[in-house]
């Protein structure tokens, strides 16, 4: 990650309180994985170290943490890419936030258990509510993982809820 | 789930210790989901009531967890179908353990947190080393998300690792 997407905000600090509980990606969950999503230049990019736990098999990450980081770095990249396709600032008026219409990963080698995983989008395509981002996951710069999510604005009734 | 499907063995109390650790599945991963799946007739269940903290937005499930459970579901089917497909019994010798290829989720509705969900697939294909399973995952009896797992045989080099 460069020093850039290190110094910029993470979008996760910006979602109102209200919706910032997620599991994988809410800085309000106390149990969860608190990914937190940044731009570097024109990619997106999430870092997650994996807890000792979260084996497929000793020695390699379970599939579903890898399509949990793909899912929540998908849906931040989307807010992120809102919010620039209006020319905003994230946490700005009003608040952007997406969840996962669809969700397509391919496993492309074994996740090795201990390195960082580091999550990285391209946005391929922002219209309307919808936003669809081209993701790989790495692990020691080597791509494990390719996922793509299409990710839509949040329902109102959805948010009104929490 | 019908009582048949309670009373038949969950595939993934047979497997061997040495591949029994998934965070999703493995009996042996205490802090893990436990998720287990049998055959009802021709179709594979699995039921899993996620914990409070998985959480989307207050009242809703996450998206990881949907496709953890939908990742799990599909290696569990594809063990299954594998035995099926070799007129044994889950439990013979030589063990059958899948690992996935390629996951794809449908987020058909939102997930309420608190039912059990209950992940049901359709195997569709069984050829070589590879099983494609279809599966729904319902809540209170609505389907919330479609899945498809591409399941193939686990490398030896990964399962010697363990």
Known sequence: ???????????????????AHCYGCGRLNEHGLQLKTR???????????????????PGYVYGGLVASLLDCHGTGSAALAGYRAEEREPGTEPPLRYVTANLTVDFVAPT??????????????????????????????????RGRVVAVRMPEAMASQG
């Open 112 to 145: 090795p258990l201990g390195p960082p995983l580091e999550a990285r989008g391209t946005i391929v395509e922002v219209k309307g509510k919808k936003v669809v981002v081209e993701e790989t996951l790495s692990a020691d710069g080597v791509v494990v993982a």
């Open 39 to 57: 731009w570097d230049g024109d990619e997106t990019v999430s870092v997650y170290t994996p807890r000792p736990e979260h084996t497929a098999i």
């Open 1 to 19: 990650m460069s020093e850039h997407a290190a110094g910029s905000p993470a979008v996760q600090d910006v979602y109102p309180d209200d919706v």
